[in-house]
């Protein structure tokens, strides 16, 4: 089975950094597209960044500038470096990866979610 583990988040202040990576397990399978998508209550999941196995990124207009999303496709990971965090950014995280195992059709797999929390 593929398994996404995350690690990082936690508490912090507004104007600090937080570095979030995520480590994809298996076998027999290829990863396409990589990133990181947050939820507030009330609110629907939302794309914070996303990356591509040829290194193409792209990022919600509100983090642009701040966060920036890396991956080692050699180790299966993706990273996202936080830096001049807000209040604003206070969410729960997950880390998701579209994985081709097999023959089969594209899978969506997702992290377990970590809480970052920015205060002011």
């Known amino acids: 089975q593929v398994r996404l583990v995350e690690t990082g988040g936690g508490l912090v202040q507004a104007g600090g950094s937080l570095s979030l990576s995520c480590a994809v397990s298996?076998?027999?399978?290829?990863?396409?597209?990589m990133g990181w998508y947050r939820q507030v209550p009330g609110k629907q999941r939302a794309l914070v960044a996303a990356?591509?196995?040829?290194?193409?990124?792209n990022y919600a207009d509100s983090v642009k500038g701040r966060f920036t999303i890396s991956r080692d496709n050699a180790k299966n990971t993706v990273h996202l470096q936080m830096n001049s965090l807000k209040p604003e950014d206070t969410a729960v995280y997950y880390c998701?990866?579209?994985?081709?195992?097999?023959?089969?059709?594209?899978?969506?797999?997702w992290g377990q979610g970590t809480q970052v929390t920015v205060s002011s």
């Open positions: 990356i591509t196995s040829g290194g193409s990124t």
């Open positions: 998701n990866a579209k994985v081709r195992a097999l023959n089969l059709p594209e899978y969506d797999y």
């Open positions: 298996g076998s027999r399978f290829s990863i396409n597209a």
